[in-house]
Nanobody, 117 residues
Framework: QVQLVESGGGLVQPGGSLRLSCAAS????????MGWYRQAPGKERELVAL???????TYADSVKGRFTVSRGDAKNTLYLQMNSLKPEDTAVYCC???????????WGQGTQVTVSS
C-alpha cells in the first residue's frame, strides 16, 4: 500500500504562483511514475504532469511553460511549481503514484487550488 498526502494549495490571484507538495509513504518502489492530476467542478479529472523514475516528464498542453513537476531529494517527495496561474487552473489537485510493472494506481485526497482576484 502507498499513501499520498498533498499540501500547498490555496487562494492565489491570477498571475501568481503556488508550489504543491506530495509526500508518499508505504511500499514505494524506486522505479515508478508519479505526477499530478486535477479536477475542476463539473469536469472530468485530467492529467497535469507526470515524471518518470529518471527525469523524463510530460505535461498537459494547457500548463506547458508554466508548471514544473520535480522530485525531492528523498524519493518519496514530489512537487509541482505552478507559475502564471490562471482562473482556469482552479481545481482540486491530486498526487498520483504507480510502480512500474504494477497495475495499481494510488491517489492522494487532493488539495484545492483557487485562482481568483
Amino acid at each position: 500500500q502507498v499513501q499520498l498526502v498533498e499540501s500547498g494549495g490555496g487562494l492565489v490571484q491570477p498571475g501568481g504562483s503556488l508550489r504543491l507538495s506530495c509526500a508518499a509513504s508505504g511500499s514505494i518502489s524506486s522505479v515508478n511514475v508519479m505526477g499530478w492530476y486535477r479536477q475542476a467542478p463539473g469536469k472530468e479529472r485530467e492529467l497535469v504532469a507526470l515524471i518518470m523514475s529518471g527525469t523524463a516528464t510530460t505535461y498537459a498542453d494547457s500548463v506547458k511553460g508554466r508548471f514544473t513537476v520535480s522530485r525531492g531529494d528523498a524519493k518519496n517527495t514530489l512537487y509541482l511549481q505552478m507559475n502564471s496561474l490562471k482562473p482556469e487552473d482552479t481545481a482540486v489537485y491530486c498526487c498520483y503514484y504507480r510502480a512500474v510493472g504494477s497495475a495499481s494506481d494510488y491517489w492522494g485526497q487532493g488539495t484545492q487550488v483557487t485562482v481568483s482576484s
